[in-house]
């Protein structure tokens, strides 16, 4: 059995270490890329030749009909990363006795995680209240200003890996869990603990508002003039998955409009943010360069993904997050 990682090395030692290489090896031959870059190549499909098993990450090549008639015999590409798009080809997705998986699951997690210390963090005012202390007073705050996690209604848009994270972490607090995803029915959204809303009744309900949507097409500009000002007054807006959700202008209006509303944003339509964009520069914004996803030690995760789906496919089994081509037109 030959298995490729076909990873910059760069990326070899970001997201694995060597007690990973040991598990994979005892499945195999395991070869590891050894180059910055994919340029030559000649090196890459002599280096994937015969490969039984591909894994890939970012920045990896696209797995096309030359890396495909290289391997004869490729029985399944493992993505080391989210997306598995940018190393997908339309020979790779016809040929459906080669199959896939990726990492989305391993790094939303850690999304899930940031994305929920944020929301607590807002309702808390750990983002506002600052101003006051370092204008030198301590009891001058408006407590209307800070709520607790409780007794209130979370929503969360697209019931994913992230947004299936994310309410499993919910369901430890004391809060009503809404969700918009129009692929998934009441019952299916029950199943995993929450109610399902339509977007309208969905933005007018939610105290808090977590997005997890991918960006395609039925996503960009979700909320929108039409319906922001559905919002309520002191809404809480998480968005750790892509800017275009919200059709930016008009989500820095309302901003502006309702100081009571506020925005943790990890994310912007354009990145980075031109240097006037004006979220920059809100009271009520807290802006993070895009940082919810795995860094440092966190990913290790994906390497650990990679493992557990390999010893479930040399098993026999189905993969955890094994892919469905029939969904990829859905998925980031």
Known sequence: MKISLLVLKKHLEGVFAEKYFERIRKHGDVFLWDEENFEDRAKVLDFVKDSDIIITSWHSPVIDK????????????????????????????????????ASAAAIGEGVAETALGFAIAACKGAFTMPRYTRAGEWNAHNASEVIDFYDIKVGIISAG???????????????????????????????????????????????????????????????????????????????????????????????????????????????????????????????????????????????LHVCEELDRFMAGEKMKTEIDRSMLSKMA
């Open 161 to 303: 890996f992230v947004g299936r994270h994310m309410i499993k972490l919910l369901r430890n607090f004391h809060v009503d869990i809404l969700v918009y995803d129009p692929t998934m029915s009441a019952e299916q959204i029950r199943e995993l603990g929450a109610e399902k809303r339509e977007l309208n009744e969905f933005l007018s309900e939610c105290d808090v508002i977590s997005v997890h949507a991918p960006k395609i097409p039925a996503t960009e500009h979700m909320i929108n003039r039409d319906n922001i000002e559905l919002l309520k007054d002191r809404v809480i807006i998480v968005n750790t998955a892509r800017g275009s959700i919200f059709d930016e202008p008009y989500l820095i209006e309302r901003l502006k409009e309702k100081k009571g509303m506020f925005a943790c944003l990890d994310i912007t339509e354009v990145e980075p943010p031109a240097a006037d964009n004006e979220l920059r520069f809100l009271d009520n914004v807290n802006l993070t360069p895009h940082l919810a996803g795995t860094a440092s030690n966190g990913r290790r995760r994906i390497a």
């Open 66 to 101: 030359e890396i495909l008639d290289a391997c004869p015999n490729l029985q399944a590409v493992l993505h080391a990363a989210g997306s598995i798009k940018p190393i997908m080809s339309d020979e790779l997705a016809s040929r459906e006795d080669i199959r896939l998986t």
